[in-house]
């Protein structure tokens, strides 16, 4: 797959993360272009969510820099990140389980929603008309992901991977320019997995999303990822296309020769 | 005619936004109201004005406020009571201290008293969750109390605290006889239940729902934790204190801070257990099963085994029940009797087809 990018999007450089006396990140840099779909890789444990908790500001790391956009980036909360077009899924499916599918996604765009409880409480006008505008936006992503018969049922009742395709359509609700996504096919099976890759190379092209990814599945980040970024125990040890990666014998030692 | 959605296209999201989708709703609801504003002022007589309906509707705005915060916030709180005593004790300062305001503005303004208030004591959520929460809600409830008591101020300098409403009188009409009280007690509940209706379908109320929900989530998508959390308490500790005020005013007359106590707290939180965590309708079915409870049982006991049984014992048994009552719904429904009246509707709606 040879495709054009962008600029550096962001540029991590020498991130290193502890809790306490766990390291979960040592000195780990790398970078995301625009365009590209970049996946993580490595073993349970590696640090790849730790990852991605420091690129939108859910943990904010002891050493290091994070370029964004070209500038460096200061200490950032999540609800920055997410104002500044960074949206994700978790690993552990989190959604809001007491709302419908329909409003789990509504609320994916609260940013751009402009009125105030005092609009609400009144609904008419203003209020009105701006909630149906992100309705008719919902839809759409309701319609690109094909999940139009759900759309009013509690999240709570759906099988598990149809939840994991609403969190990604919370995510896409907000129009995020950089996407990550935290082993978005965990748990699914064959026929899912592909439904779920066919909608993330579908995102990336039709849209230009970035997007970051986790994966276990080697044959799925082999197919549809452009560069990908090896972890092992919070370290580095592999950065490059994937048949590049696959034939790093450091690689094939830590990850791909083990259990996985 | 057959309880359904069928045949009744929704063609725009207009139409799917409304608050009964459902013509039947529509039609009940109108009715209920109907009912209510016009029926019941004339055929209800002054013991059920006064100790059923006025106290209902007004435990039930409570209750609603309480719903906003533990229901859809997800911040658990045992400082309603006190809420109350702030608008009740706020509306009366305003009555008494600024001459002739409008009974309507006070009741804003001693709202607004019980929302900033709300806010302070709502600081601590933006650390603690769940129980911890609750024991610092709790310092709300007793600290409130004790400032009214202890500062003479708040009640003019009465004895012991103790505050006599003004009487009421909007643009002429006077508000003294029970219909009337209930008449304008109903008015503001209604409308402020409809206002939380519209606040609970739309972004305010996703907010709240998200931060309930899965904090972490809600913060990654962009919503700001602490200004959801602050603001539900604001709105609700606002719906709380204009209850309190409706209380002073329309139901009791006369009112001390120590009977907005933790003990009222707790049949509050009670209200919304039994009626419905995160509904509405729920608050005000939960509010007349609590304030009708005691009514019915004294008349069930009395018509049947009350001969028999001393009083004392037959007030304990009445504790007994309501205790039983709260554990059978915290276990078996923990979303209360609104619940249980939405699956009978669900089912309705697919009656007489089984599937
Ligand atoms: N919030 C946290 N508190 C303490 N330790 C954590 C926390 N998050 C992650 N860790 C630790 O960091 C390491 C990396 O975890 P994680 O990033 O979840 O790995 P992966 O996603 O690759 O399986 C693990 O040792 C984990 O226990
Ligand atoms: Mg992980």
Request: hydrophobic fraction near 50%.
């Amino acid at each position: 797959m040879a495709r054009e990018f962008g600029d550096v999007i962001i540029d991590l450089q020498n991130i290193s993360l502890r809790f306490g006396g766990v390291k979960a990140l040592t000195d780990i840099s790398f970078n995301v272009r625009e365009h590209e779909i970049r996946a993580i890789i490595g073993p349970n444990g590696a640090g790849k969510s730790s990852m991605l908790n420091v690129i939108n500001g859910v943990y904010h790391p002891q050493e290091g820099k994070i370029i964004f956009h070209g500038q460096e980036r200061q200490k950032m909360e999540p609800y920055e990140a997410a104002s500044q077009g960074i949206a994700r899924t978790f690993q552990n499916i989190a959604l809001f389980k007491g709302m419908t599918v329909l409003d789990n996604i509504m609320t994916g765009r609260n940013l751009m929603m402009k009125t105030n409880f005092l609009h609400h409480a009144l609904f008419w006008g203003k209020a009105q008309r701006e909630e149906i505008e992100h309705r008719k936006k919902v839809e759409e992503v309701i319609e690109f992901l094909e999940i139009q018969s759900i759309r009013k049922t509690p999240v709570g009742r759906l099988p598990y991977g149809l939840q994991k395709r609403v969190e990604l359509a919370r995510a896409l609700a907000a129009e995020p320019n950089l996407l990550l996504l935290d082993e978005p096919m965990a748990g699914m099976n064959v026929e899912e997995k592909q439904d779920m890759c066919r909608f993330i190379l579908d995102v990336n092209d039709q849209f230009g999303t970035t997007i970051v990814l986790i994966e276990h599945d080697m044959g799925v980040v082999m197919d549809i990822s452009d560069r990908v970024v090896v972890l092992d125990y919070g370290k580095k040890i592999g950065d490059g296309p994937p048949d590049e990666v696959k034939n790093d014998p450091k690689v094939i030692d830590a990850y791909l020769g083990t259990s996985h | 005619m057959f309880y359904r959605e069928a045949g009744q296209f929704k063609a725009s999201y207009q139409n799917d936004q409304q608050i009964f989708p459902i013509r039947q709703d529509q039609i009940g609801f109108i009715a209920l109201m109907g009912f209510l504003f016009l029926v019941v002022p004339f055929i209800a007589n002054q013991y059920w004005l006064q100790a059923v309906l006025i106290p209902v509707l007004i435990f039930g705005l409570a209750a609603l406020g309480l719903n906003i915060l533990t229901g859809y916030a997800g911040q658990l709180s045992l400082g309603s009571a006190a809420f109350m005593a702030v608008g009740a004790f706020g509306t009366y300062n305003f009555m008494l201290r600024i001459d002739g305001i409008p009974f309507l503005v006070a009741l804003l303004l001693g709202g607004l008293c019980a929302a900033a208030i709300g806010i302070l004591f709502g600081l601590p959520s933006l650390r603690i969750k769940g129980f911890y929460l609750a024991v610092a809600t709790l310092a709300a409830q007793f600290f409130i109390v004790w400032v009214l008591v202890k500062f003479g101020w708040f009640s003019n300098y009465s004895s012991s605290g103790v505050i006599t409403a003004q009487h009421v009188n909007i643009l002429g009409v006077d508000f003294r006889s029970p219909e009337m009280k209930y008449l304008l007690t109903l008015t503001v509940v209604v409308v402020m239940a409809l206002l939380a209706k519209n606040m609970v379908r739309s972004s305010t109320g996703r907010k709240w729902m998200a931060v309930r929900d899965m904090d972490v989530a809600a913060e990654v998508i962009g919503i700001r934790l602490m200004r959801t959390k602050l603001q539900a308490f604001a709105i609700s500790s606002f719906y709380c204190g204009v209850a309190g005020a409706l209380y002073a005013y329309m139901y009791l007359g006369t009112v001390e801070p120590e009977g907005f106590n933790l003990d009222m707290s707790f049949r509050i939180l009670f209200m919304i257990i039994i009626g419905g965590v995160g509904s509405i309708m729920g608050s005000f079915i939960g509010a007349a099963f609590i304030v009708l409870l005691p009514v019915f049982l004294n008349v069930a006991f009395h018509s049947t085994i009350g001969a028999y049984v001393p009083a004392d014992l037959a007030s304990n048994l009445e504790l007994i029940i309501f205790g039983a009552l709260i554990i059978f719904f915290l276990i078996v429904e923990p979303h209360g009797l609104a619940r249980l009246w939405q699956l009978t509707k669900e089912k309705l709606r697919l009656w007489p087809f089984p599937h």
